[in-house]
């Protein structure tokens, strides 16, 4: 009922930057917190970053800087401007975006991933 569709992924070199982009569609009342992911080979999923309905941001350390989460609420679209990108970002991200239904259930709904990779 609702899609989540990245992009903005790619190669890039080191202290280069990329921008993300995650639109969601389909059955959407309004749409709470915003986040992104990201996992690299034979490690977890970790937050890179979040923000609430209201704007307010959180970053995990390893970007606190470099990195910067916003949103447009009318495009239902999330955004991770990524700057000085170092080779220890290379990663698949994932959007994740905690959507509420007409009938005030949040459903979290996830992206299909975007690869990111940072060498010379």
């Known amino acids: 009922q609702v899609q989540l569709v990245e992009s903005g992924g790619g190669l890039v070199q080191p202290g280069g930057s990329l921008r993300l982009s995650c639109a969601a569609s389909g059955r959407i009342f309004t749409i709470d917190t915003m986040d992104w992911y990201r996992q690299a080979p034979g490690k977890q999923r970790e937050l890179v970053a979040d923000i609430t309905s209201d704007g307010n941001t959180n970053y995990a350390d390893f970007v606190k800087g470099r990195f910067t989460i916003s949103r447009d609420n009318a495009k239902n679209t999330v955004y991770l401007q990524m700057n000085s990108l170092k080779p ?9 975006q905690s959507v ?7 459903v979290d709904y996830w992206g299909q991933g975007t690869q990111v990779t940072v060498s010379a």
């Not at 220890?88 to 994740?96: G, H, I, L």
């Not at 509420?100 to 949040?106: G, K």
């Open 88 to 96: 220890e970002d290379t990663a698949v991200y994932y959007c994740k």
């Open 100 to 106: 509420v239904t007409q009938t005030q259930v949040v």
